[in-house]
């Protein structure tokens, strides 16, 4: 069992905290299949404290997703902690997490994200600064290092526990490697070796082998799962059910996978209206499409939508053309041997 603080999660799987993605609609999907913690996606200090509209409605928390971690992302001290007291007062998230990881040239400019990788110190000081100033659990999501020559996940890992924090996600890329190439999980097995905080391991887990892999190869305390579960919340109650039980859940048909992104999209018309909305969807009905027969064709014309009933009429009249051509099962290569 993972255990933040005193937070208990029901079990090992957190959901990555994923910008542009990772808003309540997708969350709670993600809660729904099961993930023992969804993260939300990063918000900018500055905008908390500066009130900034859009940046104080992405800190909303829907009850039925807790727990969940809110992160924040910044470069000065008084603005993190004055955002840290925010979250930790005025919202009911469960856990500060504090972003160390995003590669993003526009977050590392301002001294943010990735950048403090270079900074044992540093790290240990912000972490500290916010540690003192909140009573809500502090963690950090970091990347293994900048770039092959500067890789201190250690020594960051350590500055984390030094300073109060209660647990380190991993991701086992640097920061040059951005999403490419493949993660590094000898250095988050350092990392879980050298701090007794927990540790939850990040990068390349695409399958509930990967996720069980990941654990008995670094003893990592949790596995978190982005870019796999996008399109995708089967691959949470799926690796919960790999993990608990060794056994396989079937893949869902292509209706169930629509029913559930049709859900998505009414809750995020119900988050931000039906224009909004709908124009962000296209995005994950590409995803919750991907690997079906057939699915490039209609791509193209699901980008050109804009209403809620267009959408689902054609996403239902794809899967309903699938059925009958006897295509609507899953191919192998979506299936985890």
Same mark, same amino acid.
């Given at each position: 069992?993972?255990?933040?603080?005193?937070?208990?999660?029901?079990?090992?799987?957190?959901?990555?905290?994923?910008?542009?993605?990772?808003?309540?609609?997708?969350?709670?999907?993600?809660?729904?299949?099961?993930?023992?913690?969804?993260?939300?996606?990063?918000?900018?200090?500055?905008?908390?404290?500066?009130?900034?509209?859009?940046?104080?409605?992405?800190?909303?928390?829907?009850?039925?997703?807790?727990?969940?971690?809110?992160?924040?992302?910044?470069?000065?001290?008084?603005?993190?902690?004055?955002?840290?007291?925010?979250?930790?007062?005025?919202?009911?998230?469960?856990?500060?997490?504090?972003?160390?990881?995003?590669?993003?040239?526009?977050?590392?400019?301002?001294?943010?994200?990735?950048?403090?990788?270079?900074?044992?110190?540093?790290?240990?000081?912000?972490?500290?600064?916010?540690?003192?100033?909140?009573?809500?659990?502090?963690?950090?999501?970091?990347?293994?290092?900048?770039?092959?020559?500067?890789?201190?996940?250690?020594?960051?890992?350590?500055?984390?526990?030094?300073?109060?924090?209660?647990?380190?996600?991993?991701?086992?890329?640097?920061?040059?490697?951005?999403?490419?190439?493949?993660?590094?999980?000898?250095? /988050? $097995?350092?990392?879980?070796? +050298?701090?007794? %905080?927990?540790?939850?391991? !990040?990068?390349?887990? =695409?399958?509930? &082998?990967? @996720?069980?892999?990941?654990?008995?190869?670094?003893?990592?305390?949790?596995?978190?799962?982005?870019?796999?579960?996008?399109?995708?919340?089967?691959?949470?109650?799926?690796?919960?059910?790999?993990?608990?039980?060794?056994?396989?859940?079937?893949?869902?048909?292509?209706?169930?996978?629509?029913?559930?992104?049709?859900?998505?999209?009414?809750?995020?018309?119900?988050?931000?209206?039906?224009?909004?909305?709908?124009?962000?969807?296209?995005?994950?009905?590409?995803?919750? /499409? $991907?690997?079906?027969?057939? +699915?490039?064709? %209609?791509?193209?014309?699901? !980008?050109?939508?804009? =209403?809620?009933? &267009?959408? @689902?009429?054609?996403?239902?009249?794809?899967?309903?053309?699938?059925?009958?051509?006897?295509?609507?099962?899953?191919?192998?290569?979506?299936?985890?041997?």
């Amino acid at each position: 069992m993972l255990k933040i603080g005193d937070i208990t999660m029901k079990n090992k799987v957190v959901l990555a905290p994923m910008a542009g993605v990772c808003n309540p609609a997708f969350r709670l999907i993600a809660k729904e299949f099961g993930a023992g913690l969804v993260c939300a996606e990063m918000v900018s200090d500055k905008a908390i404290v500066h009130k900034n509209e859009q940046s104080l409605k992405m800190l909303y928390v829907d009850e039925r997703e807790k727990p969940l971690s809110l992160q924040i992302f910044g470069g000065s001290k008084d603005t993190l902690v004055e955002a840290a007291k925010i979250v930790d007062k005025q919202t009911n998230a469960d856990i500060i997490d504090i972003n160390m990881g995003c590669p993003v040239p526009k977050i590392t400019k301002c001294d943010a994200g990735a950048r403090w990788l270079l900074d044992p110190e540093k790290i240990y000081e912000m972490v500290s600064y916010v540690v003192d100033a909140v009573d809500k659990p502090v963690t950090v999501k970091m990347r293994m290092g900048w770039d092959e020559d500067h890789i201190y996940a250690v020594d960051n890992a350590r500055a984390v526990e030094r300073a109060g924090g209660k647990a380190v996600a991993v991701h086992g890329r640097t920061r040059v490697q951005m999403y490419e190439g493949t993660a590094n999980w000898d250095i /988050i $097995k350092e990392v879980k070796d +050298a701090v007794s %905080i927990p540790v939850i391991g !990040n990068g390349d887990v =695409k399958t509930p &082998e990967d @996720a069980k892999r990941m654990i008995d190869m670094t003893g990592v305390d949790g596995v978190m799962i982005g870019r796999a579960a996008l399109g995708n919340p089967w691959m949470l109650y799926r690796t919960i059910h790999y993990l608990e039980t060794g056994q396989y859940k079937d893949e869902p048909s292509y209706k169930e996978k629509m029913d559930v992104c049709i859900l998505h999209m009414d809750r995020l018309i119900a988050l931000k209206g039906e224009d909004v909305a709908v124009r962000e969807m296209r995005k994950h009905a590409a995803w919750y /499409i $991907k690997g079906m027969r057939g +699915a490039a064709k %209609i791509r193209d014309m699901i !980008n050109a939508l804009s =209403k809620r009933d &267009e959408l @689902a009429a054609a996403l239902y009249a794809f899967v309903e053309e699938q059925e009958t051509k006897g295509n609507d099962k899953p191919q192998e290569s979506l299936i985890a041997q």
